[in-house]
């Protein structure tokens, strides 16, 4: 059912943000040099590696890049919008549509956080990556709580890291469909 659901809504969410995606594509080409997407390798269900799908939000967004603060230079004018709304991933629904996500479950890891999944965390790597999570929910405003850190490489993988990986267990253990109603709505509202 849940896969069902993606799809059905991802296609949906494409038709209807057609115009808006469009004209956000427009102002990300206007704003700054460079291609509109940033596609990225994320780790998938069952440790698969695929490629994400965001709107750029960078000047200079490398494939390495995995922590960044609101305070980054490199972010665009338009890119501080993109990234505080997170209207950027709204081109993950091609993602979702094609299958390698979901609308709600555990944001998708680059390779070098998903390989520190040891034991009873791997169990997380049987879920589909969503655009949205209760741990995505929880640290909506994560760039802005590491740009207040000394070191926010370090406190994302000490404290932030290791906290969502615990909250995304939680959410495989006590999945629902509509807990994932739920969450989609506290998402986007």
């Known amino acids: 059912m849940k896969w069902c659901f993606d799809r059905v809504a991802a296609l949906v969410g494409l038709v209807v943000l057609f115009l808006p995606l469009l004209f956000i594509a427009v102002l990300i080409k206007l704003d700054s040099k460079g291609p509109v997407f940033f596609l990225q390798h994320r780790i998938g269900k069952n440790g698969k590696p695929f490629r994400i799908c ?42 979702v549509l094609i299958g390698q996500m979901s609308l709600v479950g555990p944001r998708p890891d680059v390779s070098g956080y998903a390989d520190r999944l040891e034991g009873d965390d791997r169990r997380i790597l049987q879920l589909r990556p969503g655009i949205t999570g209760p741990a995505s929910i929880k640290y909506r405003n994560e760039e802005e709580l590491l740009a207040q850190q000394a070191d926010p490489k370090a406190y994302n993988d000490t404290v932030i890291w290791p906290d969502k990986v615990k909250t995304n267990l939680e959410y495989l253990d006590n999945w629902s469909f509509f807990g994932d109603i739920k969450l989609i709505f506290k998402t986007v509202f």
């Open 54 to 95: 965001k709107f750029r939000t960078m000047e200079d967004q490398s494939e390495g890049d995995t922590v960044t603060t609101a305070n980054d230079p490199r972010i665009t004018h338009i890119g501080h919008w993109l990234r505080r709304s997170k209207v950027d991933c709204l081109t993950e629904l091609v993602n």
